[in-house]
């Protein structure tokens, strides 16, 4: 078994995640404010269809997880569903960002489901994939790594394109141009990117095959207590940083008057984030990667209050707070997508079968769902509470979008530290585990007739 992929197996890797990003990203970031302030849609309204729109990943995800482990197919069990995945993304990513003047709140339904189900289609099988490339304990996190790298590059090209465009053309400084122009990229890079992975990269057969029932997949998965101390407190990050998300354009335009600025300053946290990432890939390989994992939580604890000190045209101390969140969030997704590789092994050799698929897609729908219910509870919020971002706001009302931006974050990453706190594997007792599962195969094996 070779452990350890070249750079190049593991650039290929990462290519889906970079055009995943272009076309995901946005949806969060730039919609609820472009399709409100834009299009006249109500805050509640845009809120409610994108929740809606991943809501229906409550049939697909569980769905697309259980046949993708099942699939057999000259190409493989995951590919297959990635390919038809990213053309369905690539149609419904350019639709919602290079929306017509007139839109409508069906027309943002249609797209957001569509949109989501080829997401559903890409990530599930893409992610499975990834977590059967090694069985080694850090290569996971390398691998992860580099696919999270992608990822972050992603976050920069969705708000560094349009900022070089808006300079040099005049085009892509607003909101809506900037969602206009990733729209194009995504048309492009998505079937492009995706293509070149699929040729290039091998998909190997790990941990056996699939045949138990769904139910019987979820039981299993639901009475695995490592599994569902990492879920749960990747849930409260994940709710963390899709209510942040959800809010973060009002927020910098209304209290830090930063519209037209906001893309290049976003600059900041995600060019940390990218410079972060290999320095926690380090550390996690020192000292662990639930230590690691804490010690990024605990950073976004400490400085997710900082926003509150800002005021009105604060432009050098937004950059500098956001860089600060990036370095704290350099690691999240990498360690967690490493970790919960770790524990789908574990469950695979116990059941004796290959469920990575359906553990993905119970992670997946529960990120999803958290993405949902952030501007679900947090947009009509701020409606309730006054805030209209096409009309005009009272001091109280602008402090209130501040409170609004920062307290319930600070709240959902505190009890992730807590909730992570007591996950139990590490690098020793993942080998432990390994050979006392080991010496039971060969326990079975003497037992089977000949």
């Not at 899709?242 to 209290?255: D, E, I, K, N, Q």
């Not at 020192?286 to 690691?292: A, L, M, N, S």
């Not at 950073?299 to 005021?311: A, G, K, N, S, Y």
Request: net charge positive.
């Amino acid at each position: 078994m070779q452990n350890r992929l070249k750079r190049s197996q593991l650039t290929l890797f990462g290519l889906p995640e970079y055009a995943v990003y272009l076309a995901s990203i946005p949806v969060i970031l730039y919609l609820p404010y472009v399709y409100s302030k834009d299009f006249g849609l109500s805050l509640t309204e845009v809120g409610l269809i994108i929740s809606f729109g991943r809501l229906t990943d409550v049939i697909t995800d569980p769905l697309i997880g259980y046949l993708s482990d099942r699939t057999t197919s000259r190409f493989g069990r995951r590919k297959p569903w990635i390919a038809v995945g990213a053309a369905l993304l690539t149609v419904s990513a350019y639709m919602l960002f290079n929306p017509t003047q007139g839109v409508t709140s069906t027309y943002l339904l249609i797209w957001a489901v569509l949109l989501w189900l080829g997401w559903t289609m890409v990530n599930i099988p893409y992610y499975a994939w990834g977590a059967e490339l090694t069985d080694d304990y850090d290569e996971r996190t390398r691998i992860t790594g580099w696919r999270q790298f992608f990822g972050f590059l992603g976050n920069v090209s969705v708000l560094a394109i349009p900022v070089l465009s808006g300079k040099i053309t005049g085009y892509g400084n607003l909101p809506s141009e900037g969602l206009a122009i990733i729209g194009g990229m995504a048309l492009i890079l998505l079937p492009l990117l995706v293509t070149i992975t699929l040729w290039r990269v091998p998909e190997p057969a790990r941990y056996g095959t699939a045949h138990s029932p769904l139910l019987l997949n979820a039981k299993r998965m639901f009475k695995n207590g490592s599994f569902l101390l990492l879920f749960f407190a990747f849930l409260l990050m994940q709710l963390g940083t899709g209510w942040g998300s959800a809010t973060f354009m009002l927020f910098a335009a209304f209290v830090v008057g930063a519209e037209e600025h906001t893309q290049a300053i976003l600059l900041g946290y995600y060019g940390a984030n990218i410079v972060a990432l290999p320095i926690w890939v380090a550390i996690a390989r020192r000292i662990g990667k639930k230590e690691t994992w804490i010690a990024g939580g605990i950073l976004f604890v400490l400085i997710t209050p900082l926003f509150l000190l800002l005021e009105h045209g604060d432009l050098m101390w937004f950059f500098v707070v956001l860089a600060l969140y990036g370095i704290a969030g350099g690691n999240f997704g990498a360690l967690s997508m490493s970790m919960k590789a770790d524990v789908i092994e574990i469950a695979a050799r116990r059941s004796g079968e290959n469920i990575s698929g359906s553990y993905i897609a119970v992670w997946s729908l529960g990120q999803k769902l958290m993405v949902a219910l952030a501007p679900a509870i947090a947009l009509p919020l701020l409606e309730a509470l006054g805030f209209d971002p096409s009309g005009e706001n009272s001091a109280q009302t602008i402090s209130a979008l501040s409170y609004v931006y920062v307290l319930p974050p600070w709240l959902f990453y505190f009890c992730a530290v807590i909730v992570l706190w007591r996950y139990p594997i590490n690098q020793e007792r993942l080998e432990r585990l390994r050979r006392a599962l080991t010496r039971r195969e060969q326990r079975l094996e003497s037992k089977s007739p000949p």
